[in-house]
């Protein structure tokens, strides 16, 4: 069996709760959440390979590059 070596950016933000909350964004939907943010990271492992045997169009994915994060100051 051939494995293929995917990367993937991982947003990582902390709730209300103090909980960490980790995000794909280039698989919708594919997010799970831990105590810490080592938790958070091993379980979104696992959350994108479910995510990809889960999608049969997963099979020509090509993920996009990650070019940075901006933040931008809005006046209300």
């Known amino acids: 069996m051939k494995?293929?070596?995917l990367n993937f950016t991982v947003l990582i933000e902390q709730d209300?709760?103090?909980v960490y909350?980790?995000?794909v964004p280039d698989i919708p939907g594919c997010y799970t959440?831990?105590?810490t943010v080592e938790q958070a990271m091993e379980?979104?492992?696992e959350a994108i390979r479910?995510?990809?045997e889960s999608d049969d169009e997963m099979d020509a994915f090509v993920p996009m590059k990650f070019?940075?994060?901006q933040q931008v100051e809005v006046k209300v």
């Open 3 to 5: 494995h293929r070596v």
């Open 16 to 18: 209300e709760d103090g």
């Open 21 to 23: 909350v980790a995000k």
């Open 33 to 35: 959440q831990g105590k």
């Open 43 to 45: 379980r979104i492992v």
């Open 50 to 52: 479910v995510c990809i």
């Open 67 to 69: 070019v940075g994060l």
